[in-house]
């Protein structure tokens, strides 16, 4: 995560000091990121307003079965089980995967997308919806604050009161193919 997405994603957020919140941040991190040392970690734990020390990090670290693993240069950074099926932990998809991805996601499953203000309303085959919106949490490509999923219906909240528009033509597109 770029120091600006950090900065422009933490604005006016509030994170709990809970166990739950914490192990969330710890996953978002480490699937965004190359984290190399439990320090590291922490201070960007700190960075998000979540005060953690060695004990509870490294604690944190077991209970979600984080390890080590070699990037392709060679670097060792922690990695988390996946959440679903495929449980074998891997490394951050760089952004060109992440924005791959996302292309290859809305052009098979976006129908249709239209803004209000800062909301997105996106529309997927049935049962689609829930898949979709997790691709674009993961993706962080557009100053996304959230989404919420049904069953074929995704709605998208930017950030910028008056983004959705950018964001709805952002998502049409990545189907159309466009770079």
Same mark, same amino acid.
């Given at each position: 995560m770029t120091e600006a997405h950090? @900065?422009?994603?933490? +604005?006016?957020? +509030? !994170?709990?000091? /809970? $166990? /739950?919140? $914490?192990? $969330? $941040?710890? !996953? @978002?991190? #480490? %699937?965004r990121q190359a984290v190399r040392s439990q320090s590291q970690l922490a201070k960007l734990l700190a960075d998000d307003g979540l005060s953690v020390t060695q004990a509870t990090l490294s604690r944190d670290l077991d209970e979600l079965g984080a390890v080590k693993i070699r990037t392709n240069n060679g670097e060792l950074i922690y990695a988390v089980p996946s959440e679903g099926g495929f449980r074998t932990p891997q490394a951050p998809l760089g952004e060109s995967v992440k924005e791959e991805r996302m292309r290859r996601l809305a052009t098979e499953l976006l129908i249709s997308a239209e803004a209000s +203000? %800062? #909301?997105? !309303?996106v529309r997927t085959p049935p049962g689609a919806a829930q898949f979709f919106a997790s691709a674009i949490d993961q993706a962080e490509g557009y100053d996304i604050l959230g989404t919420i999923a049904g069953d074929d219906t995704v709605m998208l909240i930017s950030r910028d009161p008056s983004g959705g528009q950018a964001v709805a033509d952002h998502l049409l597109r990545l189907a159309a193919g466009e770079r």
């Open positions: 950090r @900065d422009s994603g933490q +604005a006016g957020q +509030a !994170v709990p000091q /809970t $166990r /739950t919140a $914490r192990h $969330r $941040r710890i !996953v @978002d991190i #480490l %699937n +203000a %800062n #909301l997105v !309303v």
